[in-house]
């Protein structure tokens, strides 16, 4: 997409560092992400029926990519329509909406749409039952889109050892769906999918998940467990959007300006953290959904799965690296440029912002006074791999499959009570609902609604949730490589 066509449609410059932006086609009309290059890739044939009907709103082609995350450091991956992150795509809210899927890969895929409401069979989750995008093969997704606010969608494919699969590829992308009664003001919107590149096994700690010593840990065990730990997932690269720190354009503001920022973690394996010194960022939404208390803090974590809306107000001159906090990421890529207009300067700035816990309960409002109908306990374990192997994870004592799933009954609310009795955070993804957090170890709260939460290391999170769409429901760890080794059950409606 040219540079024009995202100011035709109104957009910041920023955009175009990364997510190309893709709005529905025009019958008839050449897409206007539809470049040379991916006509001159013919669309293997079928052996699927093709949807009969409407056009479909979008068309995601899964291929093989080069991305050039920064002068002479170009990878390669899997992606969708040759873009990192993939088109982004905004609808209204209610909205029918149709996704044609071309897989032009040798294996299997799955598109997620993490949080919306959608039945089992377009979700994209192999165990739920919806259908696979064959290989060389095309499905076209129709779903609602519900609920507003900031979504997004990824390949749901099961990776185990191979580094190249499932949310180790650049097949992600955002998905807006808007209310059409924003209340935000703001006068620049920036899109910040934050991702790690060229993953390999390491049993050395990248440190992003180290449990913080003052964290309460009321599931730490009297005993500890001594077994040495398996090999985990590292990442020599990073970027946001799909540019290293310092190789895409800059975020351009003026003094005064206020930024609503989208981040995304997209990473397959890491939280983090991101700051930009002399600024605050006003969370206005956790996960798209916007929170009772839009508190302002110096740093936002932010895990796998997770979105995170805030405000930031231009009100610090200069040339500033927004990043993440650990050197080690923000030197190999995660950051990107922060530059006000008429203080161009030969070096942009890093400074630490103050170290200041992250804690989703500022966000809430009074504890909830509802009553659950039934309380579930949830047990995560972890079996160390050892030097030479993969940690595996138990829920309630088994891997995935469990043999029975766990049961909801419509029109009900749970409690979920998530135990960690690992030494890692875990964030956890409850497909096609949105869950309420009303405990944070040991903290009531209420009001903050989420589709993925982390639980902290030896941490104990409780969440609630209505069981209002029928149909089989994922549960997992959105670290990649979690979820692969065991990390995962089915909820039924019984
Ligand atoms: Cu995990």
Known sequence: MKRRDFVRFGWGSVIATGAGMLRPALAGSLPPWQSLKSLQHPIAATSEPRSVGRAADFTLRIAPTMVELAPQVVI????????VPGPLMRVREGQQVA?????????????????????????????????????????RYEFAANPAGSRWYHSHTEAMMDLHRGSYTGQFGFLMI?????????????????????????????????????DPMPEKPTTPDTRPNGLE???????????????????????????????LNASASQIHRIGLFGHHFQVIALDGNRV???QIVDVIDIAPGERVDAIVEMNFPGVWILGEL????????????????????????????????????????????????????????????????????????????????????????YRLVFHNRTDDSHPVHVHRHLFEIVEFNGKPTGGIMKDTVVV?????????????????????????QHMDFGFKALFRYG
């Open 178 to 214: 808007d209310s059409g009664n924003d209340p935000g003001r703001y006068d620049q919107e920036v899109f910040l999918a934050l991702r790690e590149w060229e993953p390999y096994l390491s049993s050395k700690d990248q440190d992003s998940m180290r449990p913080d010593p003052d």
């Open 456 to 480: 902290p290391a030896f941490g104990r999170v409780a969440v609630e949730l209505v069981a209002n769409q029928p149909g089989l429901t994922l549960f997992h760890c959105h670290i990649q």
């Open 233 to 263: 997932v590292a990442n020599p690269l990073y970027s946001i959007n799909d540019k290293m720190l310092g190789a895409g354009e800059p975020i351009r503001v003026q003094q005064g300006q206020r930024i609503l920022m989208h981040f």
């Open 326 to 413: 650990r050197d080690a990421a923000r030197v190999s890529g995660m950051g990107i440029v922060v530059e006000y207009a008429n203080h161009a300067q030969p070096r942009p700035q890093w400074l630490q912002p103050a170290k200041v816990r992250w804690d989703y309960t500022v966000f809430g409002t009074a504890a909830s006074l509802s009553a659950p109908d039934q309380t579930i306990e949830m047990v995560f374990e972890k079996i160390p791999g050892g030097p030479h192997g993969i940690n595996h994870w138990l829920v309630n004592g088994k891997e995935y499959p469990h043999e029975r799933e766990f049961v909801f009954h419509e029109g009900k609310r």
């Open 99 to 139: 996704v044609e899927v071309v897989n032009e890969t040798d294996v299997p895929e799955y598109v997620h749409w993490h949080g919306l409401f959608v039945p089992s069979e377009v979700d994209g989750a192999e165990e739920e039952g919806t259908p696979p995008v064959s290989p060389h093969g095309r499905r």
């Open 76 to 83: 390669s991956t899997i992606a969708y329509n040759d873009k």
């Open 292 to 294: 009772p208390s839009p």
